[in-house]
C-alpha cells in the first residue's frame, strides 16, 4: 500500500531511445566532477539529528540535465505535511523503490524520501551493467567464505537479474531491458590460466559460464571468461515504472534533516516530521550510521566516455578487461544514433587525482584499441568497496528499527536489487536465504585472511 499526495510532477516522457544507463558509476556531467566529500571517519553520533542528504555533495537538477539520464528533468511533489507510515525509505533509486514495491504488493504503507527525483544519484550515474560477473573473483569469495556462500552470492545477482526482467514484462517498462553475454577477457597467458580456474569454479557454483580464446571485439586475447544471460538495461527509466506503481508515495526535492531509531523511528524531512515503524536507508552510502560501518567500506571514483560508433559496427554484450584499473565496454543506442560507452580509469575518492588525467588516460586507451568518432559525453561517479568484498545489507547494527543496503562496488544495479528484494524479506519477517551472507554485522575478515584469499584468487 503506498502513502502519499499525487504523482510525478508532470508526466513520465515516453521512451525515446535509451538513457545510458549499472556497472560502474557515471556521473552525467560533462565538465570534470571534483571528488565527492566523505564522510568516513568524521560521522557524529549517528542516533542525533545530523546533516543528512542535503550536506552531501551532489550534481544540480541542471547539470543532470546535460546527460543522459533525460528522466532527471522528471521532479515528484516535495514532502509538504508530516506522515505516519509504517517503512520510511530514504533514497529513490534501485534499492529503495525495489524494496518500497515489494512492501506495498504486501499490503504494507510505505513513503520514499529522496533530495532529488527518481534515479536522479548512484542509479543515474550508472552504466546499464547487470551481471554476476562480481568486482572480485569467485575464487576470492570461496577463499574468504566458503563455496556455499560464494554459491548464494552468484544465485542472488542472477535472481536480481531475473527479478527485473520479469518486472519489465509484468509493468511494460520501455527500458530496453535484454539479455545480453558478457566477457571477462584478458591479455596475457598466466591470467588466462586464473579464468580457465574461474570458469571451472563458477560453473560448480551454479553460472553458465564457459572459458573462450576469443571475443568478439577487434582485441586480441589470451582468454576470456563469458557469462551467459547477463543483462542491460535503462535503469533510470525502469525507475520510474516502479515509482509510478507506488501511486504517489515518492517525494523529490525532499532532503531529510535527521533520523532517529526508536519507537517509532523519526524523520525531520523539509521540515516535516515522518513518522515510522521501520527506516531503509538506501542512499547509497550510509547517510546514518555507526562508524564502525563506514569505517568498512572505501569510495573509489570511476571515469566514464561515450563516443559516437558507427551503426551496427559493434557486437551486443558487456566486456570486462582486467586491467588494473580495468575498463568497461559496452554499446548503446542513445536516440538515433550508436554508441560506444567505456569505463574505468578508477581511483580512490580519498587523494584523488584531477579527473582531466583520468579521461585523458581513458580516452587514450579506447583510441587505441577501437575506431571511434567524437566524445559525446563524459562523467565520473562514486561507488563504495566493501572491506570483504560483498555488499552489507540489512539491520544496522544497534538499530532495533533501521536498515540498510551499502558497499555495492562495481555492480550496484545487480546489488542495489538484491538489496531490495532481502530488505523487503527482513521487513516482512520472510526468511530469506542470502540474509546472513550480506549481513551488516558479520564478523571482519582479517587483512591476513584477506590476503590469502586474494593470492589463492590471482589477484
Known amino acids: 500500500m503506498a502513502v502519499g499526495a499525487g504523482a510525478a510532477v508532470g508526466s513520465v516522457a515516453p521512451p525515446i531511445g535509451r538513457v545510458l544507463g549499472g556497472g560502474p558509476t557515471c556521473r552525467g556531467d560533462e565538465m570534470p566532477l571534483a571528488a565527492n566529500s566523505g564522510t568516513h571517519g568524521s560521522t557524529p553520533g549517528w542516533q542525533h539529528a545530523m546533516p543528512g542528504i542535503a550536506s552531501r555533495a551532489q550534481p544540480s537538477p541542471r547539470s543532470n540535465l546535460k546527460s543522459w539520464n533525460t528522466t532527471a528533468a522528471i521532479r515528484y511533489p516535495r514532502l509538504a505535511r508530516s506522515l505516519d507510515v509504517e517503512i520510511a525509505i530514504v533514497g529513490a533509486g534501485i534499492t ?18 529522496d533530495r532529488q527525483t527518481v534515479g536522479a544519484g548512484a542509479t543515474g550515474d550508472s552504466t546499464g551493467h547487470l551481471t554476476a560477473c562480481l568486482d572480485v573473483s569467485y575464487q576470492i569469495l570461496v ?3 566458503g563455496e556455499g556462500d560464494a554459491r548464494l552470492a552468484a544465485q542472488s545477482s542472477m535472481a536480481a537479474i531475473d527479478f527485473i526482467e520479469r518486472t519489465v514484462s509484468e509493468l511494460g517498462v520501455a527500458c530496453d ?24 569454479l563458477t560453473q ?62 523519526t524523520l ?40 559516437g560508433l558507427r551503426a551496427g559496427t559493434f557486437p551486443d554484450g558487456l566486456f570486462w578487461d582486467m586491467d588494473d584499473p580495468y575498463h568497461y565496454i559496452r554499446p548503446v543506442r542513445d536516440k538515433d544514433r550508436d554508441l560506444l ?13 584531477a579527473s582531466n588525467v583520468r579521461f585523458r588516460k581513458l580516452e587514450e586507451y579506447a583510441r587505441r584499441h577501437f575506431e571511434l568518432g567524437e566524445v559525446v559525453y563524459r562523467g565520473s561517479g562514486e561507488y563504495f568497496d566493501a572491506v570483504d568484498n560483498l555488499p552489507y545489507i540489512g539491520w544496522l547494527p544497534g538499530a532495533p528499527h533501521m536498515l540498510v543496503g551499502t558497499g555495492y562496488a562495481g555492480t550496484g544495479l545487480t546489488f542495489g536489487t538484491v538489496a531490495g528484494l532481502l530488505l523487503a524479506d527482513l521487513v516482512l519477517g520472510h526468511a530469506n536465504d542470502w540474509e546472513h551472507l550480506y549481513r551488516p554485522t558479520r564478523p571482519a575478515i582479517s587483512p591476513v585472511a584477506r590476503a590469502a584469499a586474494a593470492r589463492k584468487g590471482g589477484r
Request: charge should be negative; proline fraction near 7%; hydrophobic fraction near 40%.
Open 143 to 145: 577463499g574468504q567464505f
Open 96 to 113: 529503495g523503490l525495489t524494496t518500497a514495491l515489494q512492501l506495498s504488493r504486501a499490503g504494507r504503507s510505505v513513503v520514499v524520501l
Open 177 to 200: 531491458f535484454a539479455r545480453v553475454p558478457g566477457f571477462r577477457f584478458c591479455q596475457n597467458s598466466a591470467t588466462a590460466q586464473r579464468l580457465e580456474r574461474e570458469a571451472r
Open 204 to 265: 560448480s557454483l551454479g553460472l553458465a559460464t564457459t572459458f573462450e580464446s576469443t571475443i568478439p571485439l577487434p582485441l586480441p586475447v589470451e582468454g576470456a571468461l563469458r557469462f551467459a544471460d547477463q543483462a542491460q538495461f535503462d535503469a533510470p527509466r525502469y525507475c520510474q515504472a516502479l515509482a509510478l506503481e507506488l501511486d504517489g508515495a515518492v517525494y523529490g526535492d525532499t532532503p531529510v534533516e535527521s533520523v532517529t531509531d526508536g519507537e517509532p523511528c
Open 341 to 353: 560507452l567505456i569505463g574505468g580509469a578508477d581511483q580512490p575518492t580519498h587523494g584523488a587525482t
Open 268 to 307: 525531520r524531512a523539509a521540515g516535516h516530521l515522518v513518522t515510522a515503524k521501520t527506516l531503509v536507508m538506501a542512499t547509497h552510502e550510509p547517510q546514518w550510521g555507526p562508524p564502525t560501518l563506514l569505517q568498512k567500506l572505501t569510495g573509489h571514483l570511476s571515469y566514464t566516455l561515450a563516443f
